[in-house]
Every structure is written in structure tokens, then in C-alpha cells.
């Protein structure tokens, strides 16, 4: 395609110019939540799905973590406007969605399970998407060739959906969820059932489209590695309640431990590094510092350079999500 | 000379362009609802089934308008409009109960529906659009037939005028037959196939419905078989044979009624009024009118309801 200049700037103006123009009066998603959970409660009879969350979704990839039944498909539902709350509010763009449904048109859906007609092209099943999310016939067809060009199936989209691999499908689901430019992407389980590779593109596929195309996403999963891999922030359910909220970045702050990594010569490195009195622990290829000071840098730099082997890196270790959940598991044990 | 380039932008692009709503939604789930029913956009062996039914109910229209154009009007065989609708309605109704799940059962099974329903469209907007789809083919299906029949009629007619002047009824009248005839062989196969997930177990009971309840009242109903015979002393009676039929009678005209593909046949009878000689419609000729209307109604409706209770609270 080719595009003017005007074009190129008015394609890469920011999020304050995209009108919601499904609303007489345009949402500012800037700096207005794009999902606002207030006191939300769900009961099913005598189970507690949810009671009294209240958190706030805004622009960027947030990841909604917790174990099975923890709560997260119900929100997701919740939001979607799929079931009504026993008490409290879920409201997406400023609209509770199980009260008005036209707010649908800017939201995306990519469900667990499987979801896709068989015996479609996934270019038709794109298209007829587009159009039952409000896009005009013409608009459709331009719009499903590109989400596919961008999902990686270009040259896949005349064949049958039947005949496609797992990892296609997932991305065929994807696909139909951003082919109406959605403001907010709601994504469940997207890498379940994903070999490693599978996993690997689809994880960097959400990274792209929250970081190239400017799509919020909500990222419900049970996989901590997912959120670590893609999220800005982070939601942690547990129990029909939020057990922490807050920045990736936060949790996965950098520890006083010093990993450092060769290329060979590891055993001389150690040997050099136990003369100069700096213990070291081996994981795996890695072997680790406890409380690196200046002086142990020295030390690091000399028994390399003693060794003669070659530095492949050198950094402070940061915690993961799955200690915090292990300090959280162990806190409740003790407690 | 300056060199002249281009700026070729790969990347994501935002929609800026209209966005319809619910109004686009409910058509596209209509236009799909047809793509689907005819095949469109699927393998070729899609397209066999629906092409073949659609044969099925136009070809007979073409024959009588071929051996019309042979055999001119004098051709007493030929059926009229009033009796199209009963020659074809096996077709349709084979078409209604083969292709009708296909809308609603696959979309269940790969569980497209709940795709359809995280976006403006609610589960009554999807169930009207993918019935008015089914409806809408059936119907010109039905039309189609009776429009190259009353072609052929006036056509082959010595004075074609004064045959549309004598015969201008029968337009209003297969235009209503056929919507009724349409809006029956639509509703029941639909509220089946809300049932299942499988097509083939919806499509196999409602040709079982059909087949079992049309059996079954032609087996307990008595067409008496009466006649003028001659005594020995000259005069004459009229002696019945009940043959051995379980039921006779009054109670014959009710056991009738079970035949469930009669049931737009004989409304499509009562619009152009005439009799029909099909025993388990003729055994319930003497009913009151009010009973075959309510019997239409309750088999349009009734089915159309539970379509809707089944879809009311359906959730992704």
C-alpha cells in the first residue's frame, strides 16, 4: 500500500487522537481506566467467584495472574458483559458492559478454548468477524488481509481452518480479536496448549502488538513466565480476591546477587575467585555472587582476566514472580 | 532527474473508517447465515447438498412447463398453484431438515457463538438473523417453482389475458401459502437443532418427525372406502369398507391431525380451497377450520419459542 506522509503522521499520533467514535462523545482512555472493577462481587450460589475487587486497568499490556479458580475468567466475563455482578460494578471505557452492548465494538476477545469453524478460509472468517463487529463489507476484506500479514499467515489464509497447526489456530484467534482495531484486547490462556516455540511467538506477538500497534491487553493466565515476558503490571487474584497489584518492574527488582556468566575457563574462574576470597555457588552455567560490592567486582574482573576466559555476562539477578508467589505460599504456611 | 520514491507503510495501521454497530452485525450474521446454508465460501462438497435440494424443488416447476409447452393446456395432469406447494413440500421439507441445523449446530460445536456474542449483538439479534437467512432461501425457493409454473400456465393459455384475468387470485394466494409453507419448514428444524450439536442427529429427527408422525396417522386413520352397490332386489346402498384401519370415525378426524408434514398443507389448502386426497388429510376434512390454524400456529410458534428459551441465557 502506499501511503502519503500525512498519512505515515496521522497513523502514528498517539492514543489521545483515537476517538472512540461509537460514543457521541469521545472516552479519553489516555487518562480515564480503560477497566475499572469497583467493589465487584460474583457469587455462583454458595461459591465466592469474586468479592469486592476493586482495581483499575490503563493503557498497556497488564496481566491478570492467578491459579485456577482464582477468579479470572469470571472477570473477564464480567467485563466482556457476559454475566452481571451479585454487587459492585465492572466498567469498561466508562460503561458497564452488561448494560449496554455497543461498547463491544471497541473491545477484543481471544477466548481459552478452541473457537474457529472448521471448514472456512480463515481470510472469509476474518472478514465476516470484522463485520459483525460493525466494520462495512469493503473495510472487512482490507482489515482481515493485514491482521493476518501480521499474525504471520499471509500465504495460510485461502486454506480451510481445519487444516491448520495448533499454533496457527491460536493465531487465527487472536487475529479475529484485533481485526476490528479494538481499544483493549482481553486475552485468556493465550499460550495454552502451545509447544515452547509456539509459546515463544505467541508471547513476542503480544509483546508486538501492545508495543508496536498501541493495543491494550488484559493477559489472564496462570503462568507466571507469560506475565514476566509481556505485562507492564500485574494483577495477582487469589481466591476471589487481589493478593497484589502493581508495576512488573516492581516485583522483579534486582536482587545483591551477581550472576556471571562465561564462555569457558568457568572452573579456573572459581578457582581464581575462592583465592581472592569471593564464594560462589554454580547454577547450572551460572554461578552466583551473594552480596557483590565494589571490591568483589575487582575480584570478578581479575580472576577472569587470571583465567583468560571470556566474559558473557555480568549483572544483578532480579526476582521473579514465582518467588514472590513462593514467599507469599510459605508466609501463609508459617502463618 | 530527482528520483521519485515511495512510502510504502507495512506497519499497523489503526481503523479509522465507520463503524456500524449492532445494525452491521445483525446483516452480516444474515448474509452468513445464507453463505452457509448455500455453501458459499466452503469446499465443494458444501455446495452438493444445497444444490441438489434446490434442483429438487425447481426441476418439477420445469417439467410441468416443459409437457406444458408440449401437450399445451389441454395436459390435465399438470398441477396448478394450489397443488405445487404439496408436490415440492417433501423437498423442502427434506431441504428444512438437512440444511437448517448446519446454521445453528456448528456454531455451538466450534464454539463460535461465543465470539458472535463478546461483540454488539445480542443472542436474539444472532437467532433472528440466522433464522431470517434460513427463512428467506426457503422461501424464494418455494416462490421460484410456483413463478415458472404460473409462467408456463399463462404462457401455454390460448388467451393468456383472460386466463390472468380469470386466475389473478392464485398470486396472492401462492405468495401467502409460501410464506406460511416457508416460516413452518423454517421454525421446526431450528428449534431441533437447539438441541443438539450434531447436525446429522437434528437432521435425522426431524426427517424421523415427519416420516413417523405422517406414518402413523395414515395407519390409524380411516378413509372409508364407500360405494353404491346393488341388492339383489334392484335397489342400491352404499356400503363402506373401513379396511383395517384402528380407528374410524370422529376419532379418525383428531389421529389425522399427529401427521406433522400435513400441517402446512393444509393451511396452503385452506388459502386456495381446495380438498385434498391425501387419506390422513382428508380424514380430518370435517374439523372445524380453527383446528388446523391452531395446529399451524402451535407448530410455528411453539417451535420459535423454544428456540428462544434456548438461546436467552446462552453464555461464552
Known amino acids: 500500500m502506499v501511503v502519503s506522509f500525512d498519512h505515515l503522521q496521522r497513523t502514528s499520533s498517539s492514543f489521545l487522537d483515537r476517538a472512540c467514535d461509537w460514543r457521541p462523545v469521545a472516552y479519553n482512555y489516555a487518562v480515564k481506566p480503560l477497566l475499572e472493577a469497583e467493589n465487584l462481587t460474583k457469587h455462583y450460589g454458595a461459591t465466592i467467584a469474586l468479592e469486592s475487587v476493586s482495581f483499575q486497568v490503563y493503557e498497556g499490556i497488564t496481566g491478570l495472574l492467578g491459579p485456577n479458580g482464582a477468579g479470572k475468567s469470571t472477570t473477564i466475563k464480567l467485563f466482556l458483559g457476559l454475566i452481571r455482578p451479585t454487587s459492585g460494578s465492572a466498567r469498561v471505557l466508562g460503561e458497564e458492559p452488561y448494560e449496554t452492548i455497543e461498547g463491544r465494538a471497541r473491545l477484543g476477545y481471544m477466548p481459552e478454548y478452541e473457537a474457529l469453524p472448521s471448514s472456512v478460509t480463515a481470510s472469509e472468517f476474518l472478514m465476516h468477524m470484522a463485520q459483525v463487529s460493525g466494520l462495512p463489507p469493503s473495510q472487512a476484506r482490507t482489515r482481515a488481509a493485514d491482521i493476518l500479514r501480521h499474525v504471520g499467515l499471509d500465504e495460510e489464509r485461502y486454506r480451510q481452518i481445519g487444516q491448520y497447526s495448533t499454533g496457527m489456530k491460536q493465531r487465527v484467534k487472536l487475529a479475529q480479536a484485533l481485526v476490528h482495531d479494538p481499544v483493549l484486547v482481553l486475552l485468556d490462556e493465550p499460550t495454552a496448549g502451545l509447544d515452547p516455540g509456539g509459546r515463544e511467538e505467541m508471547l513476542g506477538l503480544i509483546r508486538r502488538i501492545g508495543r508496536e500497534f498501541g493495543i491494550s491487553m488484559v493477559l489472564s493466565t496462570h503462568l507466571m513466565g507469560d506475565i514476566e515476558r509481556t505485562a507492564d503490571r500485574v494483577i495477582l487474584l487469589e481466591d476471589g480476591h487481589i493478593a497484589q497489584e502493581g508495576a512488573v518492574a516492581q516485583f522483579t527488582q534486582e536482587t545483591e546477587d551477581l550472576h556471571i556468566e562465561v564462555d569457558d575457563h568457568r572452573h579456573e574462574v572459581i578457582a581464581a575467585l575462592t583465592r581472592r576470597g569471593v564464594e560462589t555457588k554454580e547454577q547450572g552455567a551460572v554461578m552466583v555472587v551473594e552480596g557483590a560490592d565494589d571490591a568483589v567486582y575487582d575480584a570478578i574482573r581479575d580472576a577472569v582476566a587470571e583465567a583468560d576466559a571470556r566474559l558473557r555476562r555480568l549483572a544483578l539477578r532480579r526476582h521473579t514472580l514465582t518467588e514472590i508467589f513462593q514467599d507469599r505460599k510459605s508466609h501463609a504456611t508459617s502463618g | 532527474?530527482?528520483?521519485?520514491?515511495?512510502?510504502?507503510?507495512?506497519?499497523?495501521?489503526?481503523?479509522?473508517?465507520?463503524?456500524?454497530?449492532?445494525?452491521?452485525?445483525?446483516?452480516?450474521?444474515?448474509?452468513?447465515?445464507?453463505?452457509?446454508?448455500?455453501?458459499?465460501?466452503?469446499?465443494?462438497?458444501?455446495?452438493?447438498?444445497?444444490?441438489?435440494?434446490?434442483?429438487?424443488?425447481?426441476?418439477?416447476?420445469?417439467?410441468?412447463?416443459?409437457?406444458?409447452?408440449?401437450?399445451?393446456?389441454?395436459?390435465?395432469?399438470?398441477?396448478?398453484?394450489?397443488?405445487?406447494?404439496?408436490v415440492i413440500s417433501i423437498i423442502l421439507l427434506l431441504f428444512g431438515a438437512i440444511s437448517a441445523p448446519e446454521l445453528l449446530c456448528s456454531d455451538r460445536r466450534d464454539n463460535v457463538i461465543h465470539l458472535y456474542l463478546v461483540r454488539p449483538l445480542t443472542p436474539t439479534d444472532y437467532l433472528l438473523g440466522r433464522f431470517l437467512a434460513f427463512f428467506t432461501i426457503v422461501l424464494a425457493l418455494a416462490y421460484s417453482g410456483q413463478i415458472i409454473l404460473q409462467a408456463g400456465l399463462i404462457l401455454s393459455a390460448s388467451a393468456p389475458w383472460e386466463y390472468i384475468q380469470d386466475n389473478w387470485t392464485d398470486i396472492p394466494r401462492f405468495l401467502g401459502a409460501g410464506f406460511l409453507m416457508a416460516l413452518f419448514i423454517t421454525a421446526v428444524p431450528l428449534a431441533v437443532a437447539s438441541f443438539t450439536d450434531r447436525r446429522a442427529y437434528a437432521a435425522a429427527f426431524v426427517i424421523g418427525l415427519f416420516i413417523i408422525s405422517t406414518g402413523v396417522a395414515d395407519g390409524l386413520t380411516s378413509t372409508e372406502d364407500c360405494r353404491e352397490v346393488s341388492r339383489p332386489d334392484g335397489s342400491t346402498e352404499v356400503a363402506c369398507n373401513s379396511g383395517d384401519r384402528a380407528v374410524t370415525g370422529e376419532a379418525a378426524q383428531w389421529f389425522s391431525l399427529i401427521s406433522i408434514r400435513d400441517v402446512p398443507v393444509r393451511i396452503n389448502d385452506m388459502i386456495f380451497g381446495t380438498e385434498n386426497e391425501t387419506p390422513s388429510i382428508k380424514a380430518a376434512a370435517g374439523l372445524h377450520a380453527s383446528i388446523p390454524i391452531a395446529l399451524y400456529v402451535l407448530f410455528t410458534a411453539g417451535p420459535v419459542l423454544v428456540l428462544w428459551l434456548r438461546y436467552r441465557r446462552i453464555r461464552a
Open chain 2, 1 to 86: 532527474m530527482q528520483p521519485q520514491g515511495e512510502v510504502y507503510n507495512l506497519g499497523y495501521q489503526r481503523y479509522d473508517g465507520p463503524r456500524e454497530g449492532r445494525r452491521r452485525a445483525r446483516r452480516a450474521i444474515f448474509e452468513n447465515g445464507v453463505r452457509t446454508v448455500l455453501g458459499l465460501g466452503r469446499g465443494p462438497r458444501a455446495k452438493v447438498i444445497p444444490a441438489l435440494l434446490f434442483l429438487g424443488a425447481i426441476v418439477p416447476a420445469l417439467i410441468f412447463v416443459i409437457i406444458l409447452s408440449v401437450a399445451g393446456s389441454s395436459a390435465g395432469f399438470i398441477p396448478g398453484p394450489s397443488d405445487y406447494y404439496q
